[in-house]
Each structure stands twice: as C-alpha cells, then as structure tokens.
C-alpha cells in the first residue's frame, strides 16, 4: 500500500515520472532526479502507454536489489502517446536493478495481461483507498 498513490495531481509525464521519483526515493533511497531520468529514457526509445487509460513507465535503477513497483493513479487523465490515442490515468511505474534480464519482461508481461481486464482497470480508478488498490493488483489473478 506505501506503493500506491491515488488522486495525484499531475498535468504531464514528466510530472508523473517526477512524482514516481519521489516515491522511490523516500521507499529505497532512490535519487529521484535518475528514477525520473531512467523512466523519460524508456520513453524516448517509444511511449510505455498500452492503450486504455493504462501506462507501464519502467526503468533500470542503479543501487536496487530487486524489481520494484508502484501504482499511480491520476486526478486527471494526461496525455501521452498511447497507441489508442487516449490520455492515461493509471500508471505502473516499474524499475529493476541494472543487471535484470528476462525479469523484467515476466513482470511487464503479468502487468500487460493483468491491466488487459476491464474490470480492473475501472475498479482501480474508483478506489480511494491505497491498501484496497494494492490488493486488487496483487490478488487479480485469484479473481480472474
């Protein structure tokens, strides 16, 4: 539930990718400025955007030991290239260490398959509640 930040005020990616830089730096002692550098690198090589209202912004973090994840949910839906053309309201934020490999293709294939479902993405973007949002994503299988 740390991990889950809902109704957050932001007009743009590269204030969502900053908002998720301080997130990780206050959780895993993260420098905020590369969390946010490493997510805007991802992004120029194509948007991370899966269509929906959904993005999976991921990264490489120097000094994390293990993948790492957060959801953000916006206020307010922002642009942002998605192949569907739609602006985004719910964010994946996902790092991995340097060294990860196939790791991080499991996760972002599980993340893929799991914000595929409708009635997750509309019941994520109904919950004010971060412990509620986080059980829905670490329990959507069970339900599926």
Do not use: C, M
Request: charged share 25%; proline share 6%.
């Amino acid at each position: 539930p740390a991990q889950v930040l809902v109704r957050v005020e932001v007009t743009s990616k590269k204030r969502a990718f900053e908002e998720a830089g301080l997130l990780f730096e206050g959780l895993h002692g993260l420098n905020r400025a590369l969390v946010a550098e490493s997510l805007f690198a991802r992004e120029r090589l194509g948007s991370t955007g899966l269509g929906h209202g959904v993005a999976i912004p991921h990264g490489r973090a120097k000094g994390l030991k293990e993948a790492s994840g957060a959801y953000i949910r916006l206020k307010a839906p922002i642009p942002y290239d998605s192949p569907d053309g739609k602006p985004v309201q719910s964010l994946f934020v996902l790092l991995v260490p340097d060294q990860a490999n196939d790791l991080h293709l499991q996760v972002l294939s599980e993340l893929a398959h799991r914000f595929s479902n409708r009635q997750l993405r509309e019941t994520l973007l109904t919950t004010t509640d971060p412990a509620e949002a986080h059980r829905l994503l670490a329990e959507w299988p069970a339900h599926a």
